[in-house]
């Protein structure tokens, strides 16, 4: 890009974020103008200063902030149009770490590296391959939402979350245009951090191992009960009761296999489907 986007990017991420917010649900705590306590602690420890209330957070500080752990961060000098605020915007809301990893994934397949959320010469030059960047943004934001709706947060939060990237999708796909963006507006919970950290947790497969191994085990048993039928054979009337009981414990056996099976499969899709969403699914 040209001329930087940073100025204008910033002011749209400003509308997102509000003013102060301190709600017990949100993950960054107390947040200013989308800057967290720890991070203005941390901002404020390296400058050798002593720590205080984030509401006291000056015009001075968060555009400070702002332009180096999240501008900078993400690299926006180097980023197409549009996409420049589109991945500024996650990084703020999400860190710029997970920013950039939904940035790789919308590159695939042109993108042929990890999805490890740096920035690196490989994430460049795929950018330099796309020539639809417009088309990119829809991949960024649809990336975006799918990681948000596998937070277990996202109950509380997904109507401002979802509201806050509709937007940012419209303003990118705007610039990357060469259109006039829309302006950016506050929707309460949009501001809310959406971190990894409260990712839902993949289901267990341990009722699915225990279903087939609960009817491996009846098998055997009914193999069992089948040899001593034949051992008892001239007494016609104990052999039909085991015949009886063999048919039941197989059948039931087979059931606890067959269902125990359809249990793994849905745990291990339900799995990949969280990893492709965090973005640890393999090349």
Request: positive net charge.
């Amino acid at each position: 890009m040209a001329v930087s986007r940073e100025k204008e990017s910033l002011a749209k991420v400003l509308a997102h974020e509000g003013g102060y917010s301190n709600n017990k649900k949100d993950p960054g705590g107390p947040t200013m103008k989308g800057v967290t306590q720890r991070v203005y602690d941390a901002y404020r420890r390296g400058k050798g200063l002593a720590v205080r209330s984030v509401k006291s957070l000056t015009t001075d500080e968060l555009n400070d902030i702002y332009d180096k752990q999240y501008w900078d961060a993400v690299k926006g000098d180097l980023l197409p149009d549009g996409v420049d605020y589109v991945v500024f915007d996650g990084g703020v809301n999400s860190g710029p770490g997970r920013s950039i990893m939904w940035l790789q994934q919308a590159l695939r397949p042109v993108y042929t590296g990890r999805i490890d959320g740096v920035l690196g010469m490989g994430t460049i030059a795929a950018l330099k391959a796309i020539n639809n960047n417009d088309a990119l943004i829809d991949r960024i934001c649809d990336a975006r939402m799918n990681f948000l709706r596998h937070l277990g947060t996202f109950p509380t939060f997904g109507k401002g979350w979802t509201a806050r990237v509709a937007e940012v999708r419209a303003i990118g796909k705007a610039w990357a245009t060469g259109e006039t963006p829309q302006a950016a507006s506050f929707v309460d919970g949009g501001q809310a951090k959406a971190v990894v950290e409260d990712a839902k947790a993949a289901p267990s497969t341990a009722p699915a191992d225990a279903a087939i191994g609960g009817g491996g085990a009846g098998l055997g048993v009914s193999g069992t009960l089948q040899g001593l039928q034949e051992q008892l054979s001239p007494l016609s009337y104990a052999s039909e009761w085991i015949t009886k009981i063999v048919v039941i414990l197989a059948l039931v056996s087979a059931l606890l296999i067959f269902g125990g099976a359809a249990y793994r499969w849905y745990t291990n899709r339900k799995a990949r489907h969280l990893a492709e969403a965090l973005g640890t699914v393999p090349a």
